[in-house]
């Protein structure tokens, strides 16, 4: 009888503790978070909702040509890489890849984007519409892109056309 009594409790304490750790903490963001995309603002910056709120997130590890940015010029393949952006993500679901940091210096979540197996940040460098930019510490992905933009040099993909043909031209 003590035994069994022993034995109620020990489950009681395991099952108490195995529901602490399913809960979740309002402080830490998991590792990847799936969201709908409610527009796109340019090629490597969108808008989702996000924990009950509308926030910007800017793709890590790339850049595309400036669009939107305040006093500055639309920018040569910069319409082009947001209308490729615009065409794969509006209203879709996605996943959020978190890395060390989570928010940069305007507010905007930070992330990788995932659309199923697909790493979208690899493809807008693969296709030419964005170059390799990586800001420590958030470079899980670095090699995957620096790969990714020799290729697409290589291959005079997108922004690289002109710029391998002018490159091609001063030799």
Same mark, same amino acid.
């Given at each position: 009888m003590k035994k069994n009594r022993y034995l109620l409790w020990f489950i009681i304490i395991v099952v108490f503790i195995s529901l602490i750790g399913c809960t !979740?903490?309002?402080?830490?963001?998991?590792?990847?978070?799936?969201?709908?995309? &409610?527009?796109?603002? +340019? $090629? +490597?910056?969108?808008?989702? !909702? =996000? &924990? $009950? /709120?509308?926030?910007?997130?800017?793709?890590? $590890?790339? +850049?595309?040509?400036?669009?939107?940015?305040?006093?500055?010029?639309?920018?040569? =393949? $910069?319409?082009? @890489?947001? @209308?490729?952006? /615009?065409?794969?993500?509006?209203?879709q679901t996605i996943e959020l890849e978190w890395d060390v940091e989570h928010r940069d210096k305007y507010g905007r979540l930070l992330a990788y984007i995932w659309i199923g197996k697909e790493l979208f940040n690899t493809t807008l460098i693969q296709a030419g519409y964005a170059r390799l930019s990586t800001f420590p510490p958030n470079v899980k992905y670095e090699k995957i892109f620096t790969e990714a933009q020799k290729q697409a040099r290589k291959q005079g993909n997108g922004i690289w056309k002109d710029y391998n043909a002018a490159f091609e031209a001063k030799k």
């Amino acid at each position: 009888m003590k035994k069994n009594r022993y034995l109620l409790w020990f489950i009681i304490i395991v099952v108490f503790i195995s529901l602490i750790g399913c809960t !979740k903490q309002s402080n830490t963001i998991p590792n990847r978070t799936s969201v709908k995309v &409610e527009r796109v603002v +340019d $090629g +490597d910056t969108i808008e989702v !909702k =996000y &924990e $009950g /709120k509308s926030e910007k997130v800017r793709f890590i $590890g790339m +850049d595309t040509p400036e669009t939107k940015k305040p006093n500055t010029p639309v920018m040569f =393949y $910069g319409k082009e @890489a947001s @209308a490729y952006t /615009k065409n794969r993500l509006e209203k879709q679901t996605i996943e959020l890849e978190w890395d060390v940091e989570h928010r940069d210096k305007y507010g905007r979540l930070l992330a990788y984007i995932w659309i199923g197996k697909e790493l979208f940040n690899t493809t807008l460098i693969q296709a030419g519409y964005a170059r390799l930019s990586t800001f420590p510490p958030n470079v899980k992905y670095e090699k995957i892109f620096t790969e990714a933009q020799k290729q697409a040099r290589k291959q005079g993909n997108g922004i690289w056309k002109d710029y391998n043909a002018a490159f091609e031209a001063k030799k």
